[in-house]
């Protein structure tokens, strides 16, 4: 039995629940392209830019990660890693299956440790399938995990069932926890774009590379080439047009003009 770190971007976002619901998407379905996903962000940006100037607080760009959280994770992976530990890096936490599809994996069920937002043992899908909110949920029901970790924030959603082991708030009371006493033999990263805001994208790939460093040679990722920053100069200029194409529809709401 081996012991995988499962870690979501999304956890190490520095907003609550309340500033995620309202300026964050939906996130409803991951499927989508990465050209509506970008014309999505780009209007929940402005509209979060116009809303902060006419109603005060923080805007989408206000929002950081947890960097005091990061830097647990970090101490926590120092601890915990093995000389064999290794890693790799997705788009979405779906592809957390594949790991028990080929290669060490395959046999047996392992213990995950999620490091998520979320707690992703949701009913979505009729069809069976796999994907981002039902792989613990999924994963446990095919016996590939023995026991499932989970570690949110403490305005995540609350999570009623037996699937989850046990549920931690904040990093720090897993690092003398019992579920790592054999150490961690892989790590799973996904950034969960759908969640995740394009201006952390740097945080994101920083702290990869990061773990990266910390696994010495055996910290090749597999994924790299998704360490990528959606976004550019030009992207920001889109935001800073859609902003004012908005001001002004809603000025001439509030002016009566048609």
């Not at 309202?22 to 830019?49: C, H, K």
């Not at 957390?96 to 992703?120: E, P, V």
């Not at 040679?217 to 597999?222: D, L, S």
Request: glycine fraction near 10%; proline fraction near 2%.
């Amino acid at each position: 039995m081996a012991v995988i770190l499962s870690i979501d971007f999304d956890y190490f976002i520095n907003a609550s629940a309340h500033e995620r619901i309202t300026m964050f998407p939906d996130g409803g379905n991951e499927n989508i392209g990465v050209g509506i996903q970008n014309y999505v962000w780009i209007s929940r940006y402005a509209d979060s830019l116009i809303r902060a100037e006419k109603h005060g607080g923080k805007a989408m760009t206000d929002i950081e990660a947890d960097h005091a959280e990061l830097e647990l994770l970090y101490t926590l992976i120092e601890k915990h890693k093995k000389s064999a530990t290794k890693m790799s890096v997705h788009e979405s936490h779906k592809d957390i299956a594949d790991i028990f599809k080929q290669g060490r994996f395959t046999d047996g069920s392992h213990d995950i440790i999620n490091i998520d937002y979320h707690h992703d043992c949701f009913d979505t899908s009729d069809s069976g399938n796999i994907d981002c909110g039902n792989w613990g949920k999924r994963l446990s029901g095919q016996g590939k995990i023995d026991k499932l970790f989970w570690v949110g924030r403490d305005d995540s959603d609350d999570y009623e069932g037996d699937i989850i082991k046990e549920r931690y708030c904040g990093l720090r009371g897993l690092l003398d926890s019992p579920a790592l006493l054999n150490g961690i033999d892989h790590i799973f990263i996904c950034r969960s774009g759908v969640w995740s805001p394009p201006h952390l994208d740097e945080d994101f790939i920083l702290m990869v590379l990061n773990i990266q460093r910390m696994l010495g040679k055996n910290g090749n990722i597999r994924g790299i080439y998704k360490l990528i920053k959606r976004w550019d100069s030009h992207t920001m200029e889109n935001i800073d047009m859609l902003t004012n194409q908005l001001c002004g529809v809603y000025t001439d709401k509030l002016s009566g003009v048609t």
